[in-house]
């Protein structure tokens, strides 16, 4: 049997003292619906409301594999001086409202090409933060054929 040095001991107390005062943090609760989404959105747009139009969505109506839609995304014809100062993407049926949030600089285009993993059929919003504080909104809505982000 091998003696345990004072040094050790407390050492071992500690770690033992600190897991046991140590509380876990809370598991995220995921929430797949449309008050989820919304929540999200306000929280991305500080409550304020988001105007239709200005930003240009292309995603295919039907994506045939979830774990990679492609996603374009355009703000043309913003007036002298304005620029887009964020993306976000948000989702439906996700396991997290908010896809993706995409920050741009005023010497950044704001064309942005990616892909995203899709869950289900949803509809997918994109708001863009102009400079000037406004937000513009596109939405649209995707059938995917094999769902990706699949839980249990």
Do not use: W, Y
């Not at 040095?5 to 600190?18: K, N, Q, W």
């Not at 449309?34 to 200005?54: C, S, V, Y």
């Amino acid at each position: 049997m091998t003696a345990v040095s004072r040094r050790s001991a407390l050492g071992i107390g500690a770690g033992a003292l600190a897991l046991v005062t140590v509380k876990p943090a809370a598991a995220q609760f995921v929430r797949k619906d449309g008050a989820a989404t919304l929540e999200a959105i306000r929280a991305f747009t500080g409550g304020k409301e988001a105007a239709p139009g200005k930003i240009v969505m292309d995603i295919p109506p039907l994506v045939e594999n979830g774990n990679s839609a492609p996603l374009k995304l355009d703000v043309p014809g913003l007036g002298d001086g304005v620029f887009v100062r964020r993306i976000g993407v948000f989702n439906e049926k996700n396991p997290l409202p908010e896809t993706v949030t995409l920050h741009l600089g005023p010497r950044t285009a704001p064309r942005v090409q990616t892909r995203i993993r899709l869950a289900d059929s949803q509809t997918i919003t994109a708001i863009a933060e102009l400079s000037d504080g406004t937000f513009h909104s596109a939405t649209a809505d995707v059938i995917v054929t094999l769902a990706a982000c699949v839980e249990g």
